[in-house]
């Protein structure tokens, strides 16, 4: 898939056609550079700005940053939150996990987190510490969402448990009814989700931007398994990186969750499942109403 690709350079505009192609096995991306304008016979490979239409009403926007407000009275959002917020990370660790069929409790969860040993699935556990290092790298990482980050983090929550960890699918997969696009789109698809997000980070509040972040990518579902829990951290970094609080979304109420994912497939509308984060994040905070 080609695409004309721009960039400015000390305030001044580059353009490059860009493709990436699978080369032995592996993705390679080339570009060639085009020039300070658009060759006529490209300009059908430009994409234009789209307008992004809000998602969140006034009233919703103006409750999420009453949360926030009162929220960073209590807490300084950096690395002591692991301290601070220990309950909450815990929860959120053992709910993404277990949303996916990962079996341990959230009393075993804990244990596991504070070094004690679980005689349960290897695999089950490895999820866990896995989980509680993409935290840590989250926290440390001082960079943005970008293509080479993806693949780190996935690497991490995939790492001792799937063989291709940090790696995009190279097989056709489907959950449930939904048909996951072809495997061979992936990095074409990746590469436009990258170019939406350095627009859509520009315009949008951060808690639609986190929201359609998780809808986006879990739609695309790069790789071959951990999409979901990629999604909700890939979330939760945008809304910690603007000094929101972490966003949980409990294995009890996971049916709810996939059917508003499921709704999307139907009628395309991002507006419902903005919505529905909405609604599961003022339920968390309400106290801060």
């Not at 679980?118 to 790298?137: L, P, Q």
């Not at 960890?165 to 698809?189: D, F, Q, T």
């Not at 996939?258 to 994040?281: A, C, G, I, N, T």
Request: hydrophobic share 35%.
């Amino acid at each position: 898939m080609a695409y004309i690709e721009k960039k400015t350079i000390k305030g001044k505009i580059y353009y490059y056609l860009t493709e990436t192609k699978r080369v032995k096995g592996k993705f390679k991306k080339t570009r060639k550079y085009l020039g300070a304008k658009i060759p006529k016979d490209l300009e059908h490979l430009e994409k234009k700005p789209r307008r992004m239409a809000r998602k969140l009403t006034k009233k919703e926007a103006a409750a999420v940053e009453l949360i926030r407000k009162h929220y960073l009275k209590k807490y300084k959002l950096d690395k002591s939150l692991w301290k601070t917020e220990r309950e909450r990370i815990v929860g959120f660790i053992y709910n993404t996990n277990a949303i996916e069929g990962n079996t341990l409790t959230l009393e075993e969860t804990d244990e596991i987190l504070k070094g004690k040993k679980i005689s349960k699935k290897e695999r089950d556990v490895k999820e866990v510490k896995n989980m509680k290092k993409c935290i840590d790298f989250l926290f440390d990482y001082k960079g943005d969402i970008d293509e080479k980050m993806i693949l780190k983090l996935h690497e991490i929550e995939q790492k001792g448990i799937m063989p291709d960890a940090g790696k995009y699918r190279n097989v056709n997969v489907r959950v449930g009814k939904y048909v996951c696009p072809e495997w061979m789109k992936i990095p074409g698809l990746m590469a436009e989700f990258m170019e939406w997000y350095k627009v859509a980070r520009k315009k949008l509040h951060p808690f639609e931007l986190a929201s359609l972040v998780h809808l986006k990518f879990v739609k695309i579902h790069p790789f071959r398994d951990g999409n979901g829990r990629m999604a909700r951290l890939l979330m939760n970094f945008v809304l910690l990186k603007a000094d929101y609080p972490l966003l949980n979304i409990f294995n009890d109420e996971k049916t709810l969750y996939y059917l508003v994912l499921q709704k999307y497939d139907f009628d395309r509308k991002e507006r419902s499942f903005v919505r529905y984060l909405f609604e599961v994040f003022v339920t968390q905070y309400k106290k801060y109403l």
